[in-house]
Structures are given as C-alpha cells and as structure tokens.
C-alpha cells in the first residue's frame, strides 16, 4: 500500500475534524457560525471535542496536531471566521450547511440536485450568509455549499459559487418552491439546476453544451 502524503493526511484530517466539531457543537447548542458570530468563547468546548476526536479517529488527530502545532492554533482562525465565511477561509475548499431535520447530510444521494449560484469573491459573504441562514430556518433545501478563498487548482471560475441542494431533482414543486425562495432572498438573475447524477459522470457545462436540468 502506497504511503500516505503527510500534507494530503493533514488536510483530509482538518476537513473531517471541521465537520465533527460543527456536528459537536450543534449537539450542545448552537452552529459554530453563530458562535463566532456572537463572539462567544468556546476554547473548552473545542479542547473536549478534539479530545473526542483523538479517540475516535488517533491517526487524523495526530495528523492534525502535527500540522497546526497546538489547539490554540486551530482556535484562534475559527475565532476569525475559519469554515464560517468564505473570504475568511483558507483551510478548506468548502463550508457546508445542513438543513435541520432527517437529512443526515443525504447529497450524495443521486435522487439530489443543486441550484448554482454565482458570485464574485467580494458579495460571497453576504451572499452565503442569507443562503446559510435560511437554510437553518428550514426555508431552503437539504443542504448548501460555498466554495472558500483556499485556491482550488480544479476551479473552472474565480467567482465563488454556491449550491443550494433539493431533496429530489423530479419534485419540481419543490424545487420550483427552493428556487422562488432564493429570488425574494435577493437572487434574481436565472441559475441553473443540475442533478447530481450529472456531476458524478463528470458532465460540465462547456461552449454549445448545458447540462443544467432547470434553468429559472
């Protein structure tokens, strides 16, 4: 078996401990987006979840701590606004929001969809914040997404998108419903939809050719 690249390991391991502290969090009160928001201290709360953390998972925490140095570390960019806002994100490709409810993070399921959203880096802020926190009240989909500052070399555009997630791409109801909701939250120009099936076969949009299944 061919050795793990200690860099590929430590950034794997800070994507996972990002949504197991996010999961811990929500158990005991409230997202880390409103902690950081409200300037409230959590350190304890950080110290006993990556405590849980090594137990669960002692590779990926060691991998973790052996690249930030200390929890101290790690806590002082999510205090900044790390996995919370996209300009302030540098350590992850994604920030990712899950509806309350039954979900259990069900994207990955082909039945799924996105509405796609595009924005420059400089309204991505804003812009996720109506998306994320309408997405907590229930107002939108499953789930959404917002791609970060951390330069992906796979982006095919420097503007920042977000994808708003539909249960079921053949309930047009609903996300017909999803996507007026989006229009009175301030996002009128016409987006795409596109079934996950389409991006699990590679299938991107290129010149004369679309693969988006609603456009509105």
Not at 30 to 44: A, C, K
Not at 199 to 212: I, P
């Amino acid at each position: 078996m061919n050795e793990i690249d200690p860099e590929t390991l430590a950034d794997a391991a800070y994507g996972i401990f990002e949504i197991y502290l996010n999961r811990e969090l929500r158990r005991r009160g409230p997202y880390l987006f409103e902690l950081v928001e409200r300037g409230i201290d959590f350190e304890s709360d950080l110290r006993e979840i990556l405590g849980h953390f090594r137990e669960d998972y002692p590779e990926l925490a060691e991998a973790l701590l052996k690249r930030f140095g200390s929890i101290d570390a790690i806590y002082a960019p999510l205090r900044e606004g790390e996995g919370v806002l996209p300009s302030k994100t540098t350590r992850t490709y994604w920030i990712v929001q899950d509806a309350p409810g039954p979900h259990e993070r069900g994207v990955d399921d082909e039945r799924a969809g996105k509405w796609l959203i595009f924005v420059p880096p400089e309204e991505a802020d804003e812009a996720w914040r109506k998306v994320r926190d309408e997405t907590v009240r229930g107002g939108l989909g499953i789930s959404a997404k917002v791609s970060t500052a951390k330069p992906d070399p796979d982006s095919r555009d420097k503007r920042r998108v977000i994808y708003v997630y539909t249960k079921d791409w053949a309930d047009e109801a609903d996300v017909m419903r999803v996507r007026k909701r989006l229009q009175e939250l301030g996002f009128k120009e016409r987006i795409g939809y596109k079934r996950n099936i389409e991006t699990y076969r590679g299938e991107y949009s290129e010149e004369g050719r679309k693969v988006t299944y609603y456009s509105a």
